[in-house]
């Protein structure tokens, strides 16, 4: 990923959080920031606990954890 895509993907992020979805943006944003910067980012233990909503019943943290999961797949 470069930096312009980067930039522009987080921007889509800003914009769509207004929009609808709010959590879901966020948790993309995370997400798209561990997969440009790393660990330096979303240290271990975070990148953890994302993912760990896998298994979520709840509503709210099965969005986060698709936000995320997308984000960190651009």
């Known amino acids: 990923m470069t930096n ?13 959080s207004r ?3 709010p959590r879901y943006w966020l948790a993309f944003k995370r997400g798209l920031h ?5 660990e330096a980012a979303v240290g271990e233990s975070e990148h953890s606990a994302w993912l760990s909503m896998d298994d979520s019943a709840d509503a709210d943290s099965a969005d986060r954890y698709q936000g995320y999961r997308d ?3 651009v």
Request: no cysteine; charged share 25%; proline share 0%.
């Open 4 to 16: 312009d895509s980067f930039e522009l993907e987080l921007a889509i992020a800003q914009s769509m």
């Open 19 to 21: 929009l609808e979805r």
């Open 34 to 38: 561990r997969a440009f910067y790393g």
């Open 71 to 73: 984000g960190l797949n």
